[in-house]
């Protein structure tokens, strides 16, 4: 049986792209060299769910099911906030942008995408890690304690100084396939349903 290497997410506006691209730079000027493997504009995106291998034979009653629970979610507001890694500052492998603004609806439209998920494929065999909001910056090496620090105190700087304006109102969720290539990954959309502050009241539907 065919499978998809699914997710469901959320895009940024190409002003939060132009925002993050802002602070991505002033992290390249001052973290060590080779330190990080950056994430190109087009990548950056807020993950939901990721639901990994689905067969082709499922994807439309997921996203059926996934589309009956938030109907058309109200809009919500966001904003750039503060820096972070995973999975702490001691061993830093993920840099990321942090968030703003109406989380607590966020993390509802999060929850309701797991629960339709978990109805469909079952409960994940492995715990599903806890939501934080947050689009990934870049891939950070295995580094020693040294070079850690030095880590956290760029980051401790460019907190202090602050983020570009932002006021991110995502269009539409999306259910997005990836395909793995030697380059990475490739993003494709499959459907889409749009907030109610947005044209386009039918949306995509998966096939």
Known sequence: MKTRRLFVALWPTEALVRSVGEIREA??????????????????HLTLRFLGEVGDDAVAPLWAAIAGRLGRPASLALNLHRWGVFPGIGRPRVLWAGLSGDLESLVRLQS????????????????????????????????????????????????????????????????????????????????????????????????
């Open 112 to 207: 309701e995408v797991s629960k339709a998920a978990d109805a469909v494929l079952g409960t994940p065999k492995r715990p599903v890690a806890e939501f934080h909001p947050h689009l990934t910056v870049a891939r950070l090496r295995d580094m020693g304690r040294a070079e850690a620090s030095r880590v956290a105190e760029v980051l401790a700087d460019l907190d202090r100084r602050g983020y570009p304006p932002t006021n991110w109102c995502p269009s539409e969720v999306r259910l997005m396939r990836s395909d793995l290539g030697p380059n990475g990954p490739r993003y494709h959309v499959e459907a889409e349903i749009p907030f109610e502050n947005t044209s386009n009241p039918g949306g995509k539907e998966a096939g």
């Open 27 to 44: 992290a390249r000027m001052r973290l060590p060299r080779g330190v990080a493997r950056y994430v190109a504009d087009d990548q950056l």
